[in-house]
């Protein structure tokens, strides 16, 4: 018997090893670009927009609201000579934001784009308009705005979790324009924050190239760039939140069962008492942490692991009232015989619905 709670002692050390990886070094810039076929048709479009993309900050991830916010740079270069012809003299200065800006860039071509799948409408902190010494125009955005996350993550907190930042042309359609993307890169080297906010830690990143069809129009289709990035919850942070308080609370309620027998009428009172006290503890450890849990249609990992220490407790809290009514009255050897089934019981399901529960996730 002792031998089976030492194995279950043993259990989350082991996940905890399990859980961790190495993280990939993102010292130097890396693009992969995945084109669709559907892309490559719009290649040859009339105007190349070059797309430039940096993360500053990835914030506020809430896995149980299924959102995010995100702090991004845009910067979009094209070629004009046309436009460049006829207001190049406006252009006294090599850049210009606010009032001056708007007022150049409503008189030239100029690429527009929507952030897909936004939860509200994205915050633009500042842009300016630059021209370069051989004729190019840079349309630079600093933009807020928070997104939805796809919570599919039947193995939280193991597993990963993918974030999408979606640029879609808005006025041009893939006829006429289409995005190039360039770079992306995840913070400037400079940058002494953290871009990921939170016990979150970078697994990869990579852009996709597609072609977006919108509703409001049924014979025109516009270029897409996604940006996707791909994190892992930091285990150390479920380790201490989450699967030491729980399995404390079950190991004390097995081990309430094994040390604390009903052959000692004074531990009756004591053992149930007890284990009544170690439910209403699971209870409100599931209550408090219902913001770090996601809230999906089907059960995670995390929620199975609940749900078998709650099963687990009350068993044994209905276990010990039952053997306690048998030993006061007075059938002491049926009793015995009856508790010690439970001692070894409780322990194997446990570990056995543990095994389960891995299983069905992994």
């Known amino acids: ?9 043993c259990f989350f050390p082991l996940n905890a090893w399990a859980g961790s990886s190495k993280t990939a070094d993102f010292s130097k810039p890396n693009v992969r670009v995945i084109e669709s076929e559907e892309a490559k048709k719009y290649d040859g479009g009339s105007k190349h927009v070059k797309v430039f993309m940096v993360i500053d900050r990835i914030f506020n991830i809430d896995i149980s609201a299924g959102t995010y916010e995100v702090e991004a740079e845009l910067l979009l270069k ?27 860039i409503d008189k030239i071509w100029h690429p527009e784009f929507i952030v897909k799948s936004e939860l509200h409408r994205r915050e633009t902190l500042f842009s300016t308009i630059h021209l370069n010494k051989d004729g190019s125009l840079e349309l630079f955005e600093k933009f807020e705005t928070i997104l939805p996350i796809n919570t599919d993550i039947r193995e939280y907190p193991f597993g990963t979790l993918q974030l999408n930042l979606d640029i879609v042309a808005f006025t041009h359609d893939a006829h006429e324009m289409v995005f190039d993307p360039i770079h992306f890169e995840l913070g400037h080297p400079e940058q002494d924050t953290p871009v990921l906010v939170g016990n979150w830690s970078l697994v990869d990143f990579y852009i996709d190239k597609k072609i977006a069809h919108r509703l409001s129009t049924t014979d025109q289709v516009f270029t897409q760039n996604g940006f996707h990035f791909i994190i892992k919850h930091d285990f150390n942070d479920t380790l201490q939140k989450i699967f030491f ?35 209403l503890t699971v209870f409100a450890l599931k209550f408090t942490l219902a913001g770090e849990i996601p809230q999906t249609h089907y059960m995670n990992l995390i929620d199975m ?12 809290l209905f276990s010990s009232i039952g053997v306690g009514e048998i030993f006061l009255n007075g059938k002491k050897e ?19 619905s543990i095994a389960l529960a891995c299983y069905s996730v992994f």
Request: include cysteine; proline fraction near 2%.
């Open 78 to 104: 094209w070629r004009n000579d046309e436009d460049i012809e006829r207001i190049g003299s406006e252009f006294k200065e090599h850049t210009y934001a606010g009032e001056k800006m708007q007022k150049i």
């Open 245 to 279: 308080p729980l399995g404390g609370v079950l190991l004390i309620s097995l081990f309430l069962n094994l040390f604390s027998s009903m052959r000692h009428a004074a531990n009756y009172e004591a053992r149930v008492q007890g284990q009544l006290t170690l439910l």
């Open 334 to 352: 049926t009793a015995a015989r009856v508790e010690k089934v439970f001692d070894w019981l409780c322990p194997m399901l446990v570990i056995l």
């Open 1 to 9: 018997m002792r031998y089976l709670l030492i194995a279950l002692l």
């Open 305 to 316: 692991i609940f749900m078998i220490a709650t099963g687990a407790i009350v068993l044994n």
